[in-house]
């Protein structure tokens, strides 16, 4: 007998879940924030969310607004939050969102990123990192392709560049 698909509906909910891998660079250990979202309007394709209205683990109520003082909005696709139960968002890193609280498991944020594949890729590192081993494999990147050790000048940008992108994104 196959088991009946389980429906993870919208209607009625007042709020999805988001979960981030983090890093606590006072602890040097990575954590999960978690964050409770704001439902702003379901459409028939799209689930409209506020970014970041609660986070329940700081125990803070903090509302992120542009500048008209509208909190700013993540559009989600309706058809696979409701098939799935969670959907992976690209707009930050290892960002999930879920239908139901505390439905999460930490090891779906231990995969890769997409968008931070070519990054760990010119520098050697793997997923989840700290701060420490991502200025390690840039030491190491940098002094194997630096121009004045022979390497080539764009190939030592690149990994500039991605040790800063990598940096300012991990924070």
């Known amino acids: 007998m196959k088991p009946t698909p389980i429906n993870y509906s ?41 970014e970041g209205e609660y986070r329940p683990n700081l125990g803070e109520a903090k509302a992120f607004c542009d500048q008209w003082g509208r909190p700013f909005r993540i559009g989600l696709d309706r058809f696979i939050l409701e098939e799935k139960g969670s959907i992976e968002w690209e707009g930050g890193i290892g960002t999930r969102f879920y239908v139901k609280e505390n439905s999460w498991n930490f ?43 022979g390497g080539d000048a764009e190939k030592f940008r690149k990994i500039q560049a991605a040790y800063e992108y990598l940096l300012q994104n991990i924070k």
């Open 107 to 149: 090891a779906d944020f231990l995969t890769k990123p997409r968008r931070l594949l070519p990054y760990l890729d010119m520098l050697d590192l793997d997923y989840p990192f700290t701060i420490a081993e991502l200025k390690q494999a840039y030491r190491r990147q940098a002094l194997r392709n630096h121009p004045d050790r």
């Open 10 to 50: 919208l209607e009625g909910l007042k709020f999805l879940y988001g979960v981030s891998l983090g890093f606590d660079a006072y602890r040097q250990q990575r954590i999960l924030w978690v964050a409770q979202h704001r439902i702003l309007e379901l459409t028939d394709t799209t689930v409209w969310i506020a």
